[in-house]
């Protein structure tokens, strides 16, 4: 994390760990909704740790905001832990769907040739149409709509971010400090300090 | 006539079967519960037909409407340290509670609410009395959680009340569907919880960050400590003064920290914020080190942030480390509990005297009377001020009473001018300004403080607001003392449009019933005075009777709170006329 906090927006990715709660989902999606904030893309899943949640939400802004975000987050009784990353930070991926008429597909080499190219693999062919899948980035994953467009694309769909943070050594033994009334210090993290004057540099 | 005393159940063994409803109340009793505020219908009947025996463990107060229940748990929170309760059924009454919930989250108030809900298989059918209350509440507490089976009540219940109680208190509710208030189960005792994985009430004190502190405090030439209800909520009254004691420096108040230090004390320099003191404002952008103790840098305190005490390195204790740099970037982060914070950074701080920077407080302060406070607390103008009601009832009490305010000119007077000899003395809507706080929340603070003065200082505007609440003062017989002063105006409002609005007064010409009358209805004896000759035998009389007593006085029409800091300026730009 950089000394001085960018005034540029950009894109964040937010994970939080929590327990499996009913409402959660609710909760936290009213901390972005209470201050007018987009969330760009959210996804739930299973976490590395059986029981444990994982959320990953993207959001662009100021890291600022997203420490205070990130605060207001980790504050919510059933969340564990909360990191924030810009898209450097971690390995990231989402996945799009593309359902094209078979016909063109199968008359036009140039098509088949194009989809390869980018990466796509066809899902499932049927008489009518085909569905093709990418996994990518999100410019990868738009480039394809734009050639596809001019051969009919009936119907696209994408799916939310998933990001892995690059340093991250997972969840296992963080948990292990929760489990304990009284945490090491090392539950404290992605404190970024003001450098007002400089008393603390992190 | 014999009375026959009725026992409340023991608790039961493991393994005996009990409804949920009553599993809950002997979770009730376990946790200390000894005043539950509520209104019965049908989604909770259940508990309360349980209830029905445990009236000698658990004494239930019937409000009015749930609103007055869940102010009347704030005030018994507030003046007792403990967490409230409130009962309310399904659907209305449960959305009765909201404004509760929410002046209790921002205020840091810890309550445990417990709603009625329809039947488990009618969720989500628009049943009757059904709302999503998980859904509408979950914005305005702490926690909530919805129980559909009884087995899980206990664990829920003492999850609430850590949840409530610990770090950073607040509003917690749980949602009972009517079929698991029913249910029977085989009862395994009640545990109180004291650590839940994902919640960590307290952040770890670093120990570096104290020394810094102490370091930043020792060299300061102009420190100035600003403190809030964290004092009292740490219950660390007592250290608090050890450290401002140690180091000499001048200290002041937000009105949610009003009385952790008393009134009189030499380095007590006043109020904070748009309406606070002269100096604490004006010397806030002066000072070298701010100390910000258990307050949350609300914007009526700083005005304009971006022109807030620039000059100055921040030092902020706070148990909630969301709180830190939220509004005013922090150089020493001291994150805990200000009871072992306080400590530990008194060992490392040097004694000293500011004298001369205290003296430069008591010239503002000087400048403040001759401007303002002496014309309003010792008025030469025919008609009475609110200043002077406040001045005559510390008279009266010494300074030792609960003064229970409502929201608006007179709150900030009260707040400005009310003596405080003890902690847990002014209970006020401080962050979400609700006006009928007060009459509901001073009768759960005679409740949760019975050996007390209790004083509510209620406008025009605000008593008529939960003036049904009087029937619970009523019925239940409690002694509150109830002092409307009456500009028959919504002053507040009418000020902002005098001095922003060019004084357009849009609807603030507010007529009242014959509050005189209205009391003697409900059997409370009152009065109604305009003449300053009668005022402070009319607030002996008020003080002196037996019970409750409903005293009006009516002020002069048009007065201004001042000092004030306009919305958008600088706290240095306070003005005094």
């Not at chain 2, 007055?68 to 007792?80: M, N, P, T």
């Not at chain 2, 919930?101 to 609410?113: E, F, G, K, Q, Y």
């Not at chain 2, 809900?117 to 959680?145: C, M, R, S």
């Not at chain 2, 102490?214 to 250290?239: D, H, R, T, Y």
Request: charged share 25%; proline share 4%.
């Amino acid at each position: 994390m950089s000394e001085q906090a960018p005034i540029e927006r950009q894109e964040y990715n937010i994970t939080v760990y929590t327990e499996n709660q009913i409402g959660l989902l609710n909760r936290i999606a009213m901390i972005f909704s209470r201050r007018k904030m987009n969330i760009e893309s959210l996804n739930t899943s299973p976490s590395e740790i059986e029981g444990i949640h994982r959320f990953n939400i993207v959001i662009h802004e100021t890291e600022e905001v997203v420490s205070k975000i990130a605060r207001q987050i980790e504050k919510q009784v059933e969340v564990l832990k909360v990191y924030f990353n810009t898209n450097e930070d971690v390995i990231w991926q989402e996945m799009a769907l593309y359902k094209v008429p078979t016909d063109i597909v199968a008359e036009k080499a140039k098509v088949e040739r194009l989809l390869r190219e980018n990466g796509a693999r066809v899902v499932v062919i049927r008489k009518d149409y085909t569905v093709f899948e990418t996994t990518g980035h999100r410019e990868e994953t738009d480039n394809l709509i734009k050639i596809l467009q001019p051969f009919g694309l009936i119907e696209f769909v994408r799916s939310a971010r998933i990001a892995i943070i690059k340093d991250s050594d997972g969840f296992n033994r963080k948990l292990r400090e929760f489990e304990r009334a009284e945490p090491g210090h090392d539950v404290v993290e992605n404190e970024f300090l003001n450098s007002r004057e400089k008393v603390f540099t992190m | 006539m014999l009375t026959q005393e009725k026992q409340a159940p023991a608790l039961p063994e493991t393994d005996t079967q009990l409804s949920g409803s009553q599993a809950l109340l002997h979770g009730f009793v376990v946790e200390g519960v000894d005043t539950i505020f509520g209104y019965p219908g049908g989604a909770i009947m259940p508990i309360y037909d349980a209830l029905y025996d445990f009236e000698c463990d658990l004494k239930h107060i019937l409000v009015r409407h749930e609103q007055g229940g869940i102010h009347a748990a704030q005030g018994y929170a507030r003046s007792s340290g403990k967490v409230g309760v409130v009962f309310a059924t399904s659907g209305p009454g449960a959305t009765n509670l909201v404004t509760g919930l929410a002046d209790a989250l921002i205020d840091s108030t810890p309550l445990v609410c417990i709603t009625g809900q329809v039947f488990a298989h009618l969720l989500g059918t628009d049943a009757f009395q059904e709302a999503d209350v998980i859904g509408i509440t979950t914005p305005v507490t702490k926690w909530n959680y919805q129980v559909t089976d009884a087995t899980e009540i206990p664990e829920v219940l003492a999850k609430a009340f850590h949840i409530a109680r610990s770090g950073r208190p607040g509003p917690v509710l749980i949602d009972i569907t009517k079929n698991a208030q029913l249910q029977k189960f085989a009862f395994q005792g009640y545990t109180p919880c004291d650590h839940i994985r994902s919640y960590r009430p307290k952040p770890i004190v670093r120990k570096e960050y104290i020394r810094q502190a102490a370091e930043l405090i020792n060299k300061a030439k102009k420190p100035f400590v600003l403190w809030g209800q964290g004092v009292m909520l740490g219950s660390a009254e007592q250290e608090f003064k050890a450290f401002l004691e140690k180091t000499g420096i001048p200290a002041a108040w937000t009105i949610m920290g009003a009385g952790a230090l008393p009134t009189d004390h030499p380095q007590n320099v006043g109020m904070l914020g748009m309406h606070g003191n002269y100096g604490p404002n004006v010397m806030t952008n002066e000072c070298d080190v701010l100390i910000a103790i258990g307050m949350r840098f609300d914007d009526r305190v700083t005005g304009r942030l971006d022109k807030y005490a620039k000059q100055a390195q921040v030092i902020h204790l706070d148990i909630d480390p969301a709180e830190i740099d939220k509004n005013v970037k922090t150089t020493v982060p001291v994150w805990g509990d200000c009871k072992e914070t306080l400590p530990l950074l008194t060992q490392m701080v040097e004694t000293k005297q500011h004298t001369e920077w205290l003296a430069k407080f008591r010239e503002f302060e000087q400048k403040e009377i001759d401007a303002v406070i002496r014309e309003e607390l010792f008025p030469t103008s025919e008609e009475m001020t609110m200043g002077e009601v406040i001045q005559q009832l510390n008279e009266l009490t010494k300074g030792e009473a609960i003064i229970v305010t409502d929201v608006g000119q007179h709150q900030m007077v009260a707040c400005r001018y009310a003596k405080l000899n003890h902690t847990r003395s002014n209970i006020t809507s401080g962050g979400l300004g609700t006006m009928g706080f007060a009459l509901p929340a001073a009768i759960g603070a005679k409740f949760g403080a019975p050996n007390r003065t209790v004083v509510a200082v209620i406008g025009d505007g605000g008593m008529q607001m939960t003036i049904q609440e009087l029937g619970t003062i009523m019925q239940s017989g409690i002694d509150v003392k109830i002092l409307i002063l009456n500009n028959q105006f919504l002053g507040m409002v009418r000020q902002w449009q005098e001095l922003f609005h060019e004084r357009r007064y849009s609807f603030v010409d507010i007529t009242s019933p014959d509050y005189v009358q209205v009391a003697k209805g409900y059997g409370i004896p009152g009065r109604s005075i305009n003449q300053r000759e009668n005022l402070v035998e009319a607030l002996q009389q008020m003080l002196s009777n037996p019970g409750s007593f409903l005293l009006e006085v009516m002020v002069t029409k048009e007065n201004n709170v001042f000092p004030m800091v306009p919305q958008g300026c600088s706290v240095s730009e306070i003005r005094l006329k």
